[in-house]
């Protein structure tokens, strides 16, 4: 009889998938936690207690990169949605699109660290309005190219469907462009959530450690060893997506592809 | 009316998506020849040969290149495994929303995780050590923050497989690749010939783009060398934010030259991928 390993291989594969999230919460609740112990030396709710009570600022950094993120998901959402139009219709939309693609390329670190000059004449260098344009420049260019798919001939079909029957602009949008649109802009407005959520590089040179987002408080308690907080910060930081994902999983690939 | 709207559009697309990818690229390109900046008094060519003749940017692009090439290598190479072994498990409801977990961790997540493992004093040192390995955690080998860029290494290929994991599932159901695996089987090939001459070439010639961009942003990723690199040679944002973010001024042109640099590779090779064939990203 031929040995089945597939069972074994899939139960570690599971294994290495959990084991980040495990570790995480377990060093989140851990404190002295020395070399070479294997296991904390106490294991609680002491780390998580204290955010709520003290002034480690990590819920503040949390609403922040909350407030951030739904910020730029909502904006990028709709004017990917409205500009992907004029893009996807032009004649020249091949070359467009490809224009579209080198801001997301690029590093957007270097992108950033290339624009702060001008952030600083706007006086958006530092605070949470310039944070939130420079990430909306990352996830413009994700949404046009998101909806790109979306602006085909059956869409011009019916939106001159709509026109022939009398429908104005407004009407051809709000009855018949955002319906058959509403799960294509909900994948989107995840998708841009989640840039923006990950977002650390051109967060910290636009924000210079002033806006302190959950990205920015992982590195800065690395930089400062405390571990246990950097733990607590990250599982702040991947909690949120995992429902995220939990919700559009069954779209994200589909539309990608 | 619908015109006007549609202008409308394209102004708001040029003003967002290449007004300031624009601005950026001048503003660098001056500041690299000496045109603008605080230190600098006209137009010089000091800055190129000072970045020329160091070698350093050559240096950190064979280094990033090298770098983001292995892990992109192996993630392929684990997922094409992965989703051609597995591909009827993955199917299943637990395992289906297992596979989409990983995409939750962000880089400085995945860095972070990293450096806890793998550190002289991380979790594998700790069972090394207790298993009597080592006597002390010095004798653990430099898996973080090493001239090999292991942990690097390490951490982009758990950031990246799984999603090439779940790309390469779709594109096998899309292309309907059981079929065609079934036709050839039919046809009197082997389990190694449909592998190798059905499954691969298809999955592959359909991803490659993808791929390609990948390794592009690999190339240009920040924090998770950051967390993981050495000093010296860095990565190429890493070298890149170094320099123009430093105290010394008359580095900072330095720092726009090696981005201009950084800029144009980065723009040719995409230029190449996207034209190749008139393909665009959602087309392939």
């Known amino acids: ?44 709710l002491k780390n998580w207690l204290k955010i709520l009570s003290s002034d480690t600022g990590i819920f503040s950094s949390f609403f922040i990169s909350v407030s951030i993120s739904l910020s730029v998901a909502t904006v990028s959402t709709l004017s990917g949605f409205f500009i992907s139009r004029s893009v996807a219709y032009h004649p020249k939309k091949k070359a467009l699109t490809l224009l579209t693609y080198f801001p997301y390329i690029l590093a957007p670190v ?32 994700y949404a046009l190219i998101f909806f790109s798919s979306f602006w085909n001939e059956r869409t011009r079909n019916l939106e001159d469907l709509v026109a022939t029957l009398g429908g104005n602009t407004l009407q051809t949008y709000v009855k018949m462009l955002f319906p058959i649109a509403k799960g294509m802009l909900l994948i989107c407005f995840f998708q841009t959530f989640l840039i923006s959520w990950f977002e650390y590089g051109l967060t910290s040179i636009i924000g210079v450690g002033k806006v302190q987002t959950l990205t920015i408080k992982v590195f800065l308690f690395i930089k400062e060893a405390n571990f246990y907080y950097g733990a607590l910060s990250c599982c702040l930081l991947i909690f949120p997506p995992v429902v995220l994902l939990y919700l559009n999983k069954k779209y994200v690939f589909n539309k990608l592809i | 009316m619908k015109n006007n709207f549609s202008h409308i559009g394209l102004i708001f697309f040029v003003l967002i998506g290449v007004v300031p990818f624009g601005a950026a690229f001048i503003y660098a390109l001056l500041y690299s020849f000496g045109v603008v900046g605080v230190l600098n008094t006209g137009f010089t060519l000091q800055y190129w040969e000072t970045v020329i003749a160091s070698g350093e940017v050559f240096k950190s692009f064979g280094y990033s290149a090298l770098v983001a090439g292995i892990s992109v290598v192996i993630s392929v190479s684990i997922a094409l495994w992965l989703a051609l072994h597995f591909r009827k498990e993955f199917e299943k409801k637990f395992l289906s929303y297992m596979i989409y977990l990983p995409l939750a961790i962000p880089g400085v997540v995945a860095a972070f995780f990293t450096f806890q493992l793998f550190t002289k004093a991380g979790f594998f040192s700790r069972i090394v050590y207790n298993l009597g390995w080592i006597n002390e955690a010095r004798y653990f080998p430099d898996l973080v923050n090493d001239q090999l860029a292991i942990g690097i290494i390490i951490t982009f290929i758990t950031v990246v497989m799984p999603f090439f994991v779940l790309l390469f599932l779709n594109v096998y159901k899309n292309e309907r690749l059981d079929k065609l695996s079934e036709l050839a089987h039919s046809l ?29 942003f ?67």
């Open chain 1, 110 to 141: 270097v992108f950033a660290a290339c624009l702060s000059y001008f952030f600083l004449k706007m006086g958006l260098f530092g605070n949470i309005t310039g944070i939130i344009v420079a990430q909306f420049m990352i996830t413009f260019p």
């Open chain 2, 188 to 216: 009197g090939a082997s389990s190694k010939e449909v592998l190798w001459k059905v499954s691969l070439p298809v999955i592959l010639r359909k991803t490659w783009n993808l791929i390609a961009l990948y390794f592009i």
């Open chain 2, 218 to 284: 690999l190339l240009g990723a920040y924090e998770i060398p950051l967390i993981l690199g050495q000093e010296s040679p860095q990565m190429l944002s890493v070298l890149i934010v170094r320099e123009i973010k430093q105290y010394d001024l008359n580095k900072i042109s330095e720092g726009y030259a090696v981005a201009i640099f950084y800029t144009i590779v980065v723009t040719l090779i995409v230029s190449f991928i996207f034209t190749r064939k008139n393909k665009t990203l959602h087309e392939i």
């Open chain 1, 1 to 44: 009889m031929k040995f089945n390993w597939k069972p074994y291989i899939l139960t570690l594969l599971v294994l290495l998938i959990l084991f980040p999230f495990v570790y995480m919460v377990l060093l989140s609740m851990s404190s002295e936690w020395r070399f070479p112990e294997i296991l904390p030396s106490y294991f609680g």
